[in-house]
């Protein structure tokens, strides 16, 4: 099944010690987007790749940063990983960038900064 | 920011009941979209409304949207236990980007 596929489910990374975060897709989306959900608040939108150019949302702190090597892959990397990024974080796709897409996500990575 | 507030926060039913969330937002939209998400997994997409549509429906899902209050209601009937999920509004703002933002969500418990 096509599908949106994010690795690891949990991670676990140290105050301040780099992290990066994993995403392929099999649907051939050209979007792709990261968000970041806390416990109980609503998804954040950090930025999106529409094919290989890059959207940064503008209270997206510049600790967070992404790459998108190819159609198939994108990738979040926390440069100084603070305490409050803690949280869910999830990868979703859409087919094209239009105004009524609907988004596919994976199941998330559960980030824990000790 | 957050775009949507939904309300309640947290719904408990038994099965059976239909179960309502409201979602408001604060801008002019292209189109609403309901998610729904199970506990520590990602959403799944379940209906969108466009902004010159007033009602939607999809098996047992009925949308409606009322641009000039800016909010819609999502109307789950018939609810089964395993309908037990947290439920999220997400509009564009009114780009035509393709970006959804989203709301604080919904809890929803039906009780068997």
């Known amino acids: 099944d096509a599908m949106v596929i994010q690795n690891p489910r949990y991670q676990v990374t140290q105050f301040g010690k780099p992290v990066t975060l994993s995403c392929s897709q099999t649907l051939n989306h050209n979007v792709m987007y990261w968000y970041q959900q806390k416990s109980s608040q609503a998804p954040k939108l950090l930025f999106h790749?529409?094919?290989?150019?890059?959207?940064n949302e503008a209270d997206t702190p510049d600790n967070f940063q992404s790459r998108r090597p190819n159609t198939s892959f994108c990738f979040l990397d926390i440069r100084s990983p603070g305490l409050g990024d803690a949280a869910m974080y999830l990868c979703?796709?859409?087919?094209?960038?239009?105004?009524?897409?609907?988004?596919?996500f994976g199941s998330g990575t559960q980030l824990s900064v000790l | 920011s957050q775009q949507g507030e939904e309300d309640p926060q947290a719904l408990s039913i038994q099965e059976g009941e239909n179960a309502t969330m409201n979602c408001s937002y604060k801008t002019s939209i292209n189109n609403l979209q309901w998610y729904r998400q199970n506990s520590g997994r990602g959403l799944v997409h379940l209906i969108l409304i466009r902004s010159n549509e007033r009602e939607k429906h999809s098996g047992r899902l009925r949308v409606t949207l009322d641009t000039s209050k800016k909010s819609s209601s999502l109307l789950i009937t018939a609810s089964r236990a395993a309908d037990t999920a947290s439920y999220f509004c997400a509009t564009d703002r009114g780009s035509t980007l393709g970006r959804l933002y989203f709301g604080r969500g919904t809890q929803l418990t039906v009780w068997p």
């Open positions: 790749y529409y094919d290989k150019d890059f959207n």
């Open positions: 979703a796709t859409s087919r094209g960038g239009g105004p009524f897409e609907k988004l596919f």
